[in-house]
């Protein structure tokens, strides 16, 4: 909630990996005791839950109007590949240096995803929607490059099949009302 009212995404992603790679590196040097498992593992799954959470929002942001779906999907795929290739991986490291080198080679992923992440821009605060078109709107042509046009519009893309628009709008920006005339006031002939 504070990264998308405070427009902080950012932020909280490189906090909730940087809290992964400290937690990875807190199992390596102190998983000797029970103590010490319990309270990493409270810290690692209270990060992990915010990523779990903010992911799939950051993707959904980033994707084009019309490919959302298609982002997700991609997504959703990658994250379960990552979750079969961590499971052999992490079994390989065991098999060969120990649960200190799973710590450690867990510690280089989230390092290496730390690193990734700095680079990243700030993703843009964007809300997706989904208007019905009428026969007129869905027929005009450049309506989508016009509704673009309206501030606070990032994206929209017409989908004929389902006789709709998709757009992507900054709430803070738009005004709802004069992007539901524009759409109405399609004209009735084409």
């Known amino acids: 909630i504070y990264a998308e009212k405070k427009r902080h995404m950012k932020r909280v992603l490189l906090g909730a990996v ?4 400290a937690c990875e590196l ?5 998983g000797n005791s029970l ?16 990523l779990e959470a903010s992911l799939p929002s950051l993707i959904s942001k980033v994707a084009p109007a019309g490919g959302k779906g298609t982002a997700m999907g ?16 992490g079994g390989w490291l065991f098999q060969h240096y120990s649960l200190s080198g799973v710590f450690l080679g867990c510690a280089a992923m989230a ?3 730390l690193v990734f992440a700095v680079t990243m821009r700030e993703p ?12 007129a709107a869905l027929h005009e042509v450049g309506l989508a490059e016009r509704l673009q046009a309206v501030p606070g519009v990032a994206d929209a893309v017409v989908v004929r099949d389902e006789a709709a628009i998709y757009i992507k709008v ?3 920006q738009l005004d709802r009302m004069s992007l539901e005339r524009l759409i109405e006031a ?3 002939t084409c």
Request: overall charge positive; proline content about 5%.
């Open 186 to 188: 399609a004209p009735a």
């Open 111 to 113: 390092l290496l995803w």
């Open 35 to 50: 103590r010490a498992l319990v309270l990493g593992t409270v810290v690692f799954f209270t990060a992990f839950n915010l």
């Open 18 to 21: 940087a809290v992964l790679l």
């Open 74 to 89: 991609v997504y959703s795929t990658s994250q379960f590949l990552g979750a079969a290739l961590g499971g052999i991986l």
């Open 170 to 172: 900054d709430t803070q």
């Open 124 to 135: 843009p605060y964007v809300t997706s929607l989904r208007l019905p078109l009428s026969a």
């Open 26 to 30: 807190y199992f390596w040097l102190f």
